[in-house]
């Protein structure tokens, strides 16, 4: 193509993008115009005004934050079609005062053929085009021909290509935050991101495959086609770790989507939050399922028959809690099928009846209805009553439950007789111990058997009571704007300003309430996943509308899955389908090759993997002696630096065991130190563990037999072997592990 030629391209698609950006400066100005108007108006008038307001303050916040959002590539495809129409494909659908489309969302059915479209199977199109854009500036074009009739002549005038824009995505440095692949998704991934929204759908992919982008792409996707389906009880995503969370954290909204609660298993129960880890032996134990049947017995143990009857005297009167008694109305309170707290008050309340009874029959004189409830309150107010009443039911909260479990020996031996004396002795540990990830999903276990908890009723009632005092403020300074002689009293009057209705967007009112069920629940690295935790999950999503992505390979959790179908089956039986990513964007060949090597050599379910690109130089094996390592691995930081990190742009990452890192953290001179620090660092020194999810331009492994001697080291080394995007160094002392 002739170099005039490409610039009146660059000039026509630059006077195109003008135009979608004018129009998304003016719907943002009217945004903040309208939102403006609202804040104006202040707190007053009446409660459905109020609410009224409330509700489109929150509209329009919403909206500009969308708007603000796709400031970046909001432009990036283009279709051309067999009658000489075209349609400009991006992040969100545009149209102009007319009503006009002047941009069709990446989402929509219409921009299908984008990502799906081939020569054979063309869809009416006959190019596709690539926008290269930097900010509101066309920097590059690129031509797709998917006509192949069309004459040599026209061909040579258009700006061929083949993968341009995928290349150029996949050379770009990292900078700590992952960037969506919205301009570059390819066929394989389209077909995954727009599956039907039913059941459990799996996808399976090796490292760099692009999981992770595919389930954000996907959330994206399915709030789009299904929205009215999805925003009344909102899509759960959850990951591995809260560094991961970070890392993922702009590509949501640059999707034009705010709505998603994204949280780790660590954090899915409101107001506890797991701060430790433990040792693989008992994670492997407490992702055992037949944990639910310990919970299960913990509970029942609460609920017992004294060995003998007991006599307590009330105001002169003699009443025996009988054991049969008791007997009886345990019965009737389990056939109430509630949980134990819940049922304890049907127990309560059948006892007091039953002691009230005696106590009636041994009045001298007809006792009147009215007069009986007085007797059961005394009753209820007897200590040794409550106390008598609470060993045979003992009302408990979840967090003592499990802690007693695993702080009094005895406890554990009668919930868990299947375990041997050791299994119990590994789960040991001191009350007011931390939480730990794997407690989590006991923990819940835990409420479910005991009762729901009433923490969305808890924030609730904050929020009224704030709203009330506020409403209160405001109530006084309006009756003492009037001089005071108003009939109706400041509380009269701020209970007529205060809206009853929630404030809370449904994400916030979801991640607030632990029986919160939600319509779609997104899991990364769900090869992580014990029994335990599926439970929990399931338990959150009745419908088990399920998008599950991961890599058996890579499980490094011992209660975790290394095969879907072992972990899946019991839970989601026949509805689920397992589809495969087998193209590796993140990796180059060399890199990639070695890894698949090293995995099959060991024995890994490892995928079918095809790199899209190589590296120069992207392969190193240094031999070293212990006392030199940290030496020659801190001038390899230094080198990889030079060489990848420049105008904001480029991550190193240093993968080795604990103890190693340790020293090298201690070793490092204060201006490699500096570069650890900050919410986005551009050195990382993580354990294969933490280096999941995440990608960097160099990674340097350190000591990799050690890491393969691990409890599940051979799918660490396989983690941290496969996160560099241009370069993997590894330090070995004693040769390197079997298939390198």
């Not at 006959?126 to 192949?148: F, N, W």
């Not at 595919?214 to 996707?221: E, F």
């Not at 629940?521 to 959150?540: F, H, N």
Request: glycine share 6%.
């Amino acid at each position: 193509m002739r170099v005039s030629e490409q610039n009146l391209d660059l000039v026509h698609e630059q006077e195109r993008l003008d135009v979608v950006y004018a129009r998304l400066d003016e719907m943002r100005q009217t945004a903040r115009n309208r939102l403006a108007a609202i804040r104006r108006a202040g707190p007053s008038g009446s409660p459905q005004n109020r609410s009224e307001r409330d509700s489109f303050a929150t509209l329009y916040e919403d909206r500009i934050a969308l708007l603000e959002a796709v400031e970046d590539r909001l432009v990036f495809g283009r279709l051309d079609f067999d009658e000489g129409s075209e349609r400009y494909i991006g992040r969100i659908g545009l149209n102009d005062t007319e009503q006009v489309s002047l941009l069709t969302d990446w989402r929509a059915p219409a921009a299908q053929p984008f990502y799906r479209a081939t020569s054979a199977n063309r869809d009416s199109v006959k190019r596709r085009r690539h926008l290269v854009t930097q900010m509101r500036k066309v920097t590059g074009v690129e031509d797709e021909i998917l006509d192949l009739t069309l004459p040599q002549s026209e061909v040579e005038e258009l700006n061929l290509s083949g993968e341009g824009a995928l290349l150029a995505s996949l050379s770009a440095g990292r900078t700590g935050k992952m960037h969506d692949i919205v301009a570059t998704i390819q066929a394989e991934q389209d077909e995954i991101i727009r599956a039907p929204l039913n059941g459990a759908l799996v996808v399976q992919g090796g490292p760099g495959t692009g999981k992770t982008a595919v389930a954000l792409h996907r959330a994206a996707y399915l709030l789009y086609a299904h929205r009215r389906v999805l925003e009344r009880s909102g899509v759960l995503l959850v990951g591995p770790s809260s560094s991961f969370l970070r890392y993922i954290d702009q590509v949501l909204p640059s999707l034009g989507e705010t709505g998603v609660v994204s949280t780790t298993l660590a954090s899915l129960l409101p107001d506890i939050t797991a701060t430790a880890t433990d040792d693989p032996a008992v994670q492997r134990l407490k992702g055992d399922p037949r944990f639910a049947t310990f919970i299960k017995r913990a509970v029942k143990a609460r609920e017992r028959v004294p060995s003998a009857d007991q006599t307590v005297r009330i105001d002169g009167h003699d009443l025996v809690i009988r054991r049969r008694d008791i007997r009886d109305a345990m019965f009737r309170a389990r056939r109430t099928n509630k949980p134990h707290n819940l049922a304890r008050k049907t127990f309560v309340k059948d006892m007091l009846s039953k002691l009230a009874a005696q106590y009636v029959a041994d009045m001298p004189y007809e006792v009147a209805p009215e007069d009986r409830s007085e007797i059961i309150d005394e009753i209820r107010l007897n200590r040794e009553v409550r106390v008598a009443l609470n060993i045979a039911w003992f009302p408990i909260t979840p967090m003592k439950l499990v802690e007693d479990l695993f702080a009094k020996p005895h406890r554990l031996a009668q919930a868990a007789p299947e375990l041997t004396a050791s299994e119990r002795a590994l789960l040991a540990r001191e009350a007011g111990s931390p939480w730990t990830d794997s407690d989590i999903p006991i923990l819940d276990e835990a409420f479910e058997m005991l009762g729901e908890d009433d923490s969305a009723a808890h924030a609730e009632a904050q929020r009224a009571q704030k709203a009330h005092a506020q409403a209160l403020e405001y109530a006084r300074q309006v009756l003492e704007s009037s001089g005071g002689d108003s009939i109706v009293g400041a509380d009269v009057l701020a209970g007529r300003f205060v809206d009853s209705g929630p404030t809370l967007t449904t994400a916030e009112r979801a991640s607030r309430d632990r029986t919160w069920t939600y319509a779609h629940v997104i899991v990364d690295e769900a090869q992580e996943l014990s029994p335990m935790a599926w439970r929990m999950l399931v338990r959150r999503c009745p419908t088990r509308s399920f998008t599950i992505v991961g890599d058996v390979a890579q499980t490094s959790n011992p209660a975790g899955a290394t095969s879907w179908s072992r972990m899946l089956a019991p839970i989601f039986r026949d509805q689920r389908q397992i589809r495969e990513l087998t193209i590796n964007y993140r990796t180059p060949s060399t890199i990639a090759d070695a890894a698949i090597a090293f995995a099959r050599a060991n024995s890994l379910p490892v995928s079918p993997l095809t790199s899209a690109r190589d590296a120069a130089d992207s392969l190193r094996y240094v031999p070293t002696d212990r006392t030199t390592i940290v030496e020659n691995m801190t001038q390899q930081i230094t080198d990889d630096i030079g060489a990848f990190v420049s105008a904001g742009t480029g991550r190193v990452a240093v993968v080795a065991p604990p103890e190693l890192l340790t020293e090298l953290e201690a070793a490092l001179p204060a201006q490699l130190r500096e570069q650890l620090t900050g919410p986005d660092p551009i050195v990382s020194l993580v354990t294969p563990v933490q280096a999941k999810g995440l990608e960097y331009d160099a990674v340097i492994v350190g000591l990799p037999n050690e890491i393969v001697r691990s409890i599940n080291g051979v799918s660490d080394l396989f983690v941290a072997m496969t996160r560099a995007t241009q370069r993997l160094t590894m330090f070995h002392t004693t040769g390197l592990p079997a298939g390198l």
